[in-house]
T-cell receptor, first 114, second 109 residues
Framework: DGGITQSPKYLFRKEGQNVTLSCEQN?????MYWYRQDPGQGLRLIYY???????QKGDIAEGYSVSREKKESFPLTVTSAQKNPTAFYLC?????????????FGQGTRLTVV | QKEVEQNSGPLSVPEGAIASLNCTYS??????FFWYRQYSGKSPELIMF????GDKEDGRFTAQLNKASQYVSLLIRDSQPSDSATYLC?????????FGKGNQVVVIP
């Protein structure tokens, strides 16, 4: 089945640690996105990539890093510089172009700092 | 000004009534507009998209787009308890997909 897989579903991080969230898609989509969602809030864009080996900062990129070495993979690293990383992280992909371009979401990773 | 604004607070509607949600956006270059539904603890799922001015109907849902006034709305007719969720407005423009904060809808049986 085609879709987006995020892992792990739950992740606990000690303060000062870097952690990497995985996002893999087999939809053959060019564009991939990472969002952060805090309780009762909408989705805030962290990073996005329109093509392999290229990515752009979103609205809240500080303390995060990404790579896009393969079309199907877009991992997100939450670094120790991110002071308040506890949140729900969502990865999405879409086929950009003119007009309609639906984004498909993974099931999310809930990150908690302990 | 934020890219996507959803200013209404939680919306409570009786079962069978119409729920009305509104969203304004700032980027006149926006190409496509979306309404996503998100249940608590789950990822968003697309329920409607629209990219032309006017109305688009799909079952109990109607999306309305007015590019001149920069707003998009969603009507849910014959609201059901299963419609209780957060509804997120989004638009695609400048190679990015931006979301509003969402509106929580509670359908009261």
């Amino acid at each position: 089945d085609g879709g987006i897989t995020q892992s792990p579903k739950y992740l606990f991080r000690k303060e000062g640690q870097n952690v990497t969230l995985s996002c893999e898609q087999n939809l053959n989509h060019d564009a991939m996105y990472w969002y952060r969602q805090d309780p009762g809030q909408g989705l805030r864009l962290i990073y996005y990539s329109q093509i392999v080996n290229d990515f752009q900062k979103g609205d809240i990129a500080e303390g995060y890093s990404v790579s896009r070495e393969k079309k199907e993979s877009f991992p997100l690293t939450v670094t120790s510089a991110q002071k308040n990383p506890t949140a729900f992280y969502l990865c999405a992909s879409s086929e950009p172009g003119q007009g309609y371009t639906e984004a498909f979401f993974g099931q999310g990773t809930r990150l908690t700092v302990v | 000004q934020k890219e996507v604004e959803q200013n209404s607070g939680p919306l409570s509607v009786p079962e069978g009534a119409i729920a009305s949600l509104n969203c304004t956006y700032s980027d006149r270059g926006s190409q496509s507009f979306f309404w996503y539904r998100q249940y608590s603890g789950k990822s968003p799922e697309l329920i409607m998209f629209i990219y032309s001015n006017g109305d688009k109907e799909d079952g109990r849902f109607t999306a309305q787009l007015n590019k001149a006034s920069q707003y998009v709305s969603l009507l849910i007719r014959d609201s059901q308890p299963s419609d209780s969720a957060t509804y997120l407005c989004a638009y695609y423009g400048n190679n990015r997909l931006a979301f509003g904060k969402g509106n929580q809808v509670v359908v009261i049986p």
